[in-house]
């Protein structure tokens, strides 16, 4: 079983600054691809960034230069470090891993989400 539980939500204002967190746990085996997701009220479920185990990323155009995604390997741990924050970006933030278990059968699996709130 493949854990994932994402942290570092919260409350910011307009311009500032929050860095998101997405712990992998259990049999992850080969971890392959890692995601952040958001989904605003009454919207769908967007792509934010993505990175590979090669380190290439991918970042939505509503956050390219706003934003940055990261991974430590040894922590099987994602982040997403995110600058100058809009009022458009409040949504709950999900962080999805896929990869290959130890017996080499594929995995995908979403965390709970963490909830993103930029207002003054």
């Known amino acids: 079983q493949v854990q994932v539980v994402e942290s570092g939500g919260g409350l910011v204002q307009p311009g500032g600054s929050l860095r998101l967190s997405c712990l992998a746990s259990?049999?992850?085996?080969?971890?392959?691809?890692m995601d952040w997701y958001r989904q605003a009220p009454g919207k769908q479920r967007e792509m934010v960034a993505d990175?590979?185990?090669?380190?290439?990323?991918n970042y939505a155009t509503s956050v390219k230069g706003r934003f940055t995604i990261s991974r430590d390997h040894a922590k099987n741990t994602m982040y997403l470090q995110m600058y100058s924050l809009k009022p458009e970006d409040t949504a709950v933030y999900y962080c999805?891993?896929?990869?290959?278990?130890?017996?080499?059968?594929?995995?995908?699996?979403w965390g709970q989400g963490t909830q993103v709130t930029v207002s003054s």
């Open positions: 999805r891993v896929q990869g290959y278990n130890d017996y080499d059968v594929g995995y995908e699996k």
């Open positions: 259990g049999s992850t085996g080969n971890l392959v691809n």
């Open positions: 990175i590979s185990s090669t380190g290439i990323t």
